[in-house]
């Protein structure tokens, strides 16, 4: 059974940090490329930080540029998602998305960030 589990969401104020982990099983992690996605209330799901199946390729929306990271530990399974200097735009449940070459997509749960004074 396919399982990407979120975790490390939470309530965070402004200027502050998260990290967020995707742990998949049930299918062969390594050979997929890893995204992280958020949606807003009222707002399309949208792309957040994109890596290869390797690491070797990474893509970012602008308004995240210079303030997540996204990396991933095949030996663990997992992806992360580094947020720092969080903002209040920030606020959304963010999903993790395995894909692979032949277009097989997996979707987590989702984990919800909020960043609020």
Request: hydrophobic residues 30%; aromatic residues 12%; charged residues 15%.
């Amino acid at each position: 059974q396919v399982q990407l589990v979120e975790s490390g969401g939470g309530l965070v104020q402004p200027g502050g940090s998260l990290r967020l982990s995707c742990a998949g099983s049930g299918f062969s992690f390594s050979s997929y490329s890893m995204s992280w996605y958020r949606q807003a209330p009222g707002k399309e799901r949208e792309l957040v930080a994109a890596l290869s199946s390797t690491g070797g390729y990474t893509n970012y929306a602008d308004s995240v540029k210079g303030r997540f990271t996204i990396s991933r530990d095949n030996a663990k399974n997992t992806v992360y998602l580094q947020m720092n200097s969080l903002k209040p735009d920030d606020t959304a449940v963010y999903y993790c998305k395995a894909r692979n070459s032949v277009d097989h997509v997996y979707w987590g749960q989702g984990t919800q960030v909020t960043v609020s004074s």
